[in-house]
């Protein structure tokens, strides 16, 4: 494979950790978020997916976002606050369904993926100086 397409297909890599971490950042950003309204839903954690995009031009496979997308499945939190304009009959207010330990291992796995990536640049980076030595 030629080096440079390497560093192309690293790079994308790295683009879209970056974004993944973007989206983490925003969530744990908004975890501490509630509801405004009684009944009403309160920041929503967001979710991140990945797809292999194909470069006809290159002739590589790339990473690419594929969506942006709203956790649905796991259930919003409650905290009992009755003085809250939000609070239901009971007291309670619905708080974001973002899990703080959850992000921050998100987050690392980005990190590392995204110097995995950045690792492998800095390789192809110092083969394609070696061999331009040789060829002197």
């Known amino acids: 494979m030629d080096l440079t397409k390497a560093m192309e297909i690293s790079a994308s890599g790295m683009y879209a950790q970056g974004q993944r971490v973007k989206v983490i950042a925003e969530n744990v950003a908004n975890a501490d978020s509630t509801a405004d309204t009684p009944g009403g839903d309160p920041y929503r954690r967001k979710l991140i997916t990945f797809k292999s995009l194909l470069d006809r031009n ?12 709203q956790d649905r499945t ?12 939000a609070a239901d009959a009971e007291g309670y207010v619905k708080t974001a ?5 959850v992000e921050m291992m998100d987050m690392r796995e980005a990190q590392r993926s ?4 950045l ?18």
């Open 58 to 69: 290159q002739g590589i496979e790339k990473v690419a976002v594929e969506k942006i997308s």
């Open 119 to 136: 690792n492998l640049i800095a390789m192809s980076k110092s083969m394609i100086m070696r061999a331009i030595d040789l060829l002197r």
């Open 74 to 85: 796991t259930p919003f939190g409650r905290k009992y606050e009755p003085g809250s304009p």
């Open 97 to 101: 369904n973002v899990n703080a330990v």
């Open 114 to 117: 995204y110097d995995a990536n």
